[in-house]
């Protein structure tokens, strides 16, 4: 059996958004999967709306996901030389011809043809006309009159078209640059592409290109073709209906390998399963376990997945991935083995490491003004004696380690018979600025003793001020 080989093939007209990057790891894991090669090729043919710009972002997303190629990226744009010669091939076959109908006279011909009830498709008048290249001349592919096109998908099942509803679509402009029909099928052939996995929205093109590989006598690819991810309506997912370009989830931060995993679940499972590394999906993917439904964009299930992998990070990697974010606040970073103990505070409470930067901010920067819920119930003037004698013991503590803590806290609640919520949570207001966060004694041994004694006196003082 062949090597398998898959392709990506995104237009540069755009930045990589979440369709595109749902089809690309799809190819990608199936080339994994198989041992077989992922090859990137960039459709920018269309010279109006291609931008270098786009290029580079294309390319700079797929790396930070991950998504490695064999082969490219290679451009259409370079390609003309090959185009031109399958082009070549076909006319000496007699599959392809020459036509100069004019704009105007193909829109006349195709109104005529819905007014008498019929379609709308080229007529195929220049057919046998010989006509030769000349400056307004376009070369159309003859399509079959008669007959079935078929093919069994390997996601959507047996597909057949009609060849009547076919057209002889032009292959070539009159500018010399090829159309998206042939293009991707000379592509296809000549990088020996095995496998085209794309979204359901090419399904009326698969036809067209497959007369097209026939007159070629090349061998047929297998298809699949994905259902479409759609918006939380329902609607076509779009930047306006809940997603945006994969860098902007880099941005908001998403771990890769989390966007991955969830890209992924759209559209295919194994069993129950829901969290995957990298290295698990590449074993277990596979197309007959790809789903004809289409999958929602769902934000909240990407942040549970999310908060999941960075729940799976160790500390120092965890530290590592936050610390953009964290200068991103204008935070001056600690070494990392103290980022790497704040960092692993907050695991577990956060879902992106946009939220994780947020709530690390106590640790970096005055914590007040306090939370008013919590400072009018927690730092009043009923609470100064407990906070005084804390912030006494914390001065004489040997040590802040955990089980010292827990030992000063408790005998200083069996003492005052305090409950332990009303001696701990002023010290988290005074600490932190807010009632929830991470573990109280874990925060007084990163603030250490110094900090933490700076910041309850600063919480004694708001206290006593309400007096």
């Known amino acids: 059996m062949p090597e398998v080989r898959t392709r990506f093939s995104p237009s540069p ?37 291609s931008q270098e710009e786009f290029v580079r972002e294309i390319l700079e997303a797929l790396a930070w996901l991950g998504l490695d190629w064999d082969e490219g990226p290679f451009r259409q744009s370079e390609r003309q030389s090959v185009y031109r010669e399958y082009i070549d091939r076909l006319l000496a076959r007699g599959a392809a011809y ?3 109908c004019s704009p105007e006279d193909l829109r006349a011909r195709r109104e005529a043809a819905l007014a008498r009830g ?23 592919f003859r399509g079959p009159d008669i007959g079935v096109t078929r093919w069994d998908d390997l996601i959507k099942g047996p ?25 991707v099928v000379v592509d296809d052939i000549s990088m020996r592409i095995t496998d085209i996995i794309r979204g359901e929205d090419h399904i009326p093109n698969t036809p067209r290109q497959i007369v097209i590989y026939q007159a070629l006598g090349a061998d047929l690819p297998r298809f699949a073709h994905m259902p479409l991810l759609l918006a939380p309506d329902r609607g076509k997912l779009s930047k ?31 069993g129950d399963q829901e969290i995957f590394t990298r290295k698990e999906l590449i074993q277990y993917f596979s197309l007959e376990q790809a789903t004809t439904s289409p999958g929602v964009f769902d934000e909240e299930k990407l942040k549970w997945i999310n908060s999941q992998h960075l729940m799976g990070l160790s500390a120092p990697r965890l530290a590592q991935e936050l610390a953009p974010f964290l200068t991103r ?46 400072a009018n119930r927690f730092l009043t003037p009923e609470t100064l004696p407990a906070l005084r004698e804390v912030a006494r013991r914390l001065d004489r503590l040997p040590e802040f380690s955990e089980p010292a803590l827990n030992q000063l806290f408790q005998d200083l609640a069996a003492e005052t018979g305090l409950k332990m919520a009303n001696l701990a949570q002023p010290v988290r207001l005074a600490l932190t600025g807010r009632t929830a966060s991470p573990g109280l004694y874990e925060i007084i041994n990163i603030l250490g003793k110094p900090e933490t004694l700076r910041r309850i006196g600063e919480a004694i003082s708001f206290a006593e001020g309400k007096r």
């Open 13 to 49: 007209t755009g930045s990589l958004h979440l369709g595109g990057a749902h089809t690309a790891l799809f190819n990608w894991l199936i080339a994994r999967h198989s041992g077989g090669a992922f090859i990137l090729r960039i459709e920018d043919t269309d010279k109006e709306r």
């Open 159 to 183: 597909i057949a078209f009609d060849n009547r509803e076919l057209d002889d679509l032009v292959v070539l402009r009159g500018d010399g640059i090829p159309t998206y029909n042939f293009a």
């Open 240 to 270: 306006r209906r809940g997603a945006g370009s994969v860098l902007e989830y880099r941005q908001q931060g998403f771990l890769p390998q989390a966007l991955m995993n969830y890209l992924a679940r759209l559209g295919w499972s194994h």
């Open 118 to 140: 019929g379609k709308p498709k080229y007529d195929g008048r220049c057919r046998n006309r010989g006509l030769k290249p000349g400056p307004h001349t376009v070369v159309r």
């Open 329 to 374: 606040l204008g935070i001056e970073l600690p070494d990392q083995e103290n980022l790497a103990r704040v960092a692993a505070t907050l695991a577990a409470r956060c879902r992106t490491l946009v939220e994780m930067a947020e709530a690390a901010r106590f640790y970096f920067q005055d914590p007040r003004p306090y939370e008013e819920k919590g």
């Open 98 to 100: 020459y036509c100069d």
